[in-house]
């Protein structure tokens, strides 16, 4: 008599939100995410049994915390990002756009670490050893403690830590590593959880800080599961733009820092270096005073920058004038014109094209930036020249109120720090009466009154 055998069909599950599914799907039902259904682990039966623990637990109070304190990675404006540098044993994941420069910063933190005397192994997967070594000719990255090694299988990776002892392990990039024992392809969801996993868990184990690079999807977020970013200590985007030599380092995830901290970094022929003081970068000296120009004081995370809104009006030749913005948000700009109009008596906006842009490559999105875009734009309708040494700082309500900002104090202290002696800000802020700089202070309730003190300072000047 035959036996029939009963099969057991395979579940589906997403690696995000842990929804299952009978059958294969591309997109996930539940949380719609593209490419995270999985086939997911059979259920094994029976209970857990309790074994032998690796470690005892003891009090929280005993714990020894020496092994984990943070070591400097050569590069002061990572160090600011990570809240004082990389800390033994933890796991750094960082993101950002082709070709914005996180190879390049990487074999930097590489060549400065190896040069402090201490072993770096820096595993490339997509690109040849003879490649790296070129590019770390270019940048000056060249030291005997820096060790190279071009692999893709995750078995050879765990051979290389185990032969060279790294105190710093580098991976570039965490997509392209595979692992012979698990199946789909490099870069898939079950790979790419399967080779950070084998990573982290070597990393824990001898303390070997490492840094990952992962590749981003078109609309800028990590490649792969969410369950990576959920496994590492830190996640960093590198933002750029290609028209810019500037690039910021930012903290989306930091297990032993701030995450409102930003490196600025300059991508040169060189490599790339750090930026400390990014502020010239952001405005533009004039030898005559020109009209549509104002600077403000943008925050990038703790960080006060200085930059510089420049506006243009001319006539328009067509029946519905041009509203043009370059770095700034142009439904923000579309608003300040709008008040401008209704509160400020500038009737013929109707009749001008207005463009507006931030100098540098600066993208201000902040809505401290609105005082200095409508006092640009009032400058350029009326040709009335604003004073050289002027920030204006505050955000615009529809009502024609200027609205309070966080860290005025800071704020100020940086733009009299550049040279500035002048600020116009909103009315009541916090920390204004306390504030002891020598920076003239002019407080505005409305946008009216903005304008009006911008013709007494002038007349001042």
């Not at 770096?120 to 005997?144: I, K, M, N, P």
């Not at 990039?173 to 080779?195: F, K, M, Y």
């Not at 024609?400 to 800071?410: F, I, M």
């Not at 020598?438 to 903005?450: G, L």
């Amino acid at each position: 008599m035959a036996t029939s055998t009963k099969t057991t069909r395979p579940t589906y599950a997403c690696a995000d939100c842990g929804w299952t599914t009978g059958k294969w799907v591309g997109r996930c039902g539940e949380c719609q995410a593209w490419g995270t259904v999985d086939v997911a682990a059979p259920a094994r039966g029976g209970r857990t049994q309790a074994t032998a623990v690796t470690t005892p637990a003891v009090p929280i109070t005993h714990v020894q915390v020496e092994s984990a304190r943070s070591v400097t990675s050569g590069i002061g404006e990572l160090d600011r990002v990570l809240g004082g540098g990389v800390v033994p044993g933890g796991v750094l994941l960082l993101a950002g756009e082709p070709g914005v420069g996180k190879s390049t910063l990487l074999l930097e933190v590489a060549a400065r670490w190896a040069r402090a005397g201490r072993r770096t192994l820096y595993v490339t997967g997509e690109e040849s050893a003879a490649q790296v070594r070129l590019r770390a000719e270019r940048t000056g990255a060249l030291d005997d403690n820096l060790f190279l090694a071009a692999e893709t299988d995750l078995g050879a990776v765990l051979t290389h830590v185990e032969t060279v002892k790294p105190g710093l392990l580098i991976v570039d990039s965490v997509q392209t590593i595979g692992s012979a024992d698990v199946d789909g392809v490099p870069g898939g969801v079950t790979q790419v959880r399967e080779v950070a996993s084998a990573v982290i868990q070597r990393a824990k184990r001898d303390a070997v800080a490492t840094l990952l690079v992962g590749h981003v999807t078109k609309d800028g977020t990590v490649a792969g599961p969410r369950v990576l970013e959920h496994l590492v200590d830190v996640v960093l985007q590198f933002e750029g733009d290609r028209a810019s030599r500037l690039r910021l380092l930012r903290a989306v995830k930091n297990r032993f820092g701030p995450v409102d901290e930003v490196g600025c970094f300059d991508l040169v022929d060189d490599g790339i270096v750090e930026v400390p003081d990014p502020t010239g970068l952001f405005v533009s000296r004039h030898d005559q005073p020109v009209s549509g120009t104002c600077v403000t004081v943008t925050m990038e995370g703790r960080r006060p920058l200085l930059a510089e809104v420049q506006a243009l009006s001319v006539a328009s030749t067509t029946p519905s004038p041009r509203r043009t913005s370059s770095g700034l948000d142009s439904s923000r700009v579309a608003m300040i014109l709008a008040v401008l109009t209704k509160h400020c008596g500038l009737t013929n906006l109707g009749q001008l094209d207005v463009y507006t842009a931030s100098v540098g490559g600066a993208r201000l999105i902040e809505p401290s930036v609105d005082l200095a875009v409508a006092i640009a734009t009032f400058s350029a309708a009326l040709e009335v020249v604003a004073p050289a040494d002027l920030v204006a700082i505050g955000e615009v309500g529809l009502a024609g109120e200027v609205r309070k900002v966080s860290n005025l104090a800071a704020r100020l202290r940086e733009a009299e720090r550049i040279g500035f002696r002048r600020a116009i800000v909103p009315a009541g802020s916090e920390g204004l009466d306390s504030f002891t700089g020598s920076i003239a202070i002019t407080p505005v309730h409305t946008i009216a009154e903005a304008v009006l003190s911008l013709g007494a300072a002038r007349a001042g000047t």
